[in-house]
């Protein structure tokens, strides 16, 4: 099951978020939201699943997440998790007015995992601990707030510089030969969601038996194969809906709907709302 969370009211810029819980139970579902994420680990060992891929975590990585981007967390059993979140909208980030600047920090969530110099690392610690995580609570003043978004903001300049310089490592992903099997069709789909999908297309095109992969797509992504291409599709739209000026039909069409009433059906039984109202909501009609 995928759902969607809004960590960021809809007065909010940022959000920072400390946590240090024993035991911590895993997530039973993949989540994705409109904003930006960081995931700054300060505990031993964790996988972090991103779409298709995943990642092992250790003490002081660093996990980006772009918006609309499905992921979870995975934490060994009986283990301590400490780790800091910080979820961003584009309102801070606009803040940034130079274009290829910006660009540049957008760079770093297509990233997902990296590891910073250890100078660094102290640096972001006690920045966050002791600057941006205690002035950017429910109860802090306007300009507090103001403070711990500039810094916040110096802090994403700072790795955006150490990865244009080279001092930044890139995570490798992990991946069993099943898993990569899936990642590949995961992958297809993700970039022919618009187009006619079959299961008997996925099976040919992998060489993989489909009731097999049918099985072995379920374990991995938790969902049949149709039941992701739906969500895609309807994640996508909600994209267009949000960010385009297409009316409803074209949305539908351009995300591979051949029938705008079964989109609709769709989209309402997602959103609670059809793509019309759900425009309303947000401003765009």
């Not at 409109?34 to 779409?51: S, V």
């Not at 290829?100 to 910073?116: H, M, S």
């Not at 039909?249 to 989209?267: D, E, K, M, P, R």
Request: aromatic share 14%.
């Amino acid at each position: 099951m995928k759902i969607r969370l809004e960590p960021l009211q809809p007065n909010e810029r940022f959000r920072v978020e400390y946590a240090l819980i024993p035991n911590k139970p895993n997530m039973p579902s993949s989540h994705y939201h409109d904003c930006y994420e960081i995931y700054y680990f300060l505990g031993n060992k964790a996988i972090y699943f991103i779409e298709n891929k995943s990642f092992e975590v250790n003490t002081h990585d660093v996990i980006f997440i772009d918006k609309f981007t499905y992921h979870k967390t995975w934490y060994q059993n009986n283990d301590t998790v400490e780790r800091f979140l910080i979820y961003i909208s584009d309102k801070t980030l606009k803040m940034i007015e130079d274009q290829n600047i910006l660009n540049k920090i957008l760079q770093l969530f297509q990233k997902r995992k990296l590891l910073f110099p250890a100078t660094f690392n102290k640096l972001m610690l006690k920045e966050l601990s002791e600057k941006i995580y205690p002035l950017c609570k429910q109860n802090t003043d306007i300009i507090s707030k103001l403070r711990a978004e500039f810094a916040l903001l110096e802090l994403l300049l700072l790795m955006a510089e150490l990865v244009e310089k080279g001092a930044a490592v890139e995570s490798n992903i992990h991946f069993n030969t099943k898993e990569h099997k899936i990642a590949q069709v995961i992958d297809y789909i993700n970039n022919n969601y618009n187009s006619e999908i079959t299961l008997d297309m996925l099976s040919k095109r992998f060489f993989l038996n489909k009731y097999y992969l049918c099985h072995v797509f379920k374990e991995i992504v938790g969902t049949s194969i149709i039941d992701y291409v739906i969500e895609k599709r309807l994640v996508e739209a909600e994209k267009l809906l949000r960010y385009s000026d297409y009316n409803v039909t074209q949305i539908s069409q351009l995300v591979g709907f051949n029938n705008v009433s079964y989109f609709i059906t769709l989209f309402k039984r997602k959103y609670n709302c059809t793509p019309s109202v759900f425009q309303e909501k947000i401003g765009k009609k």
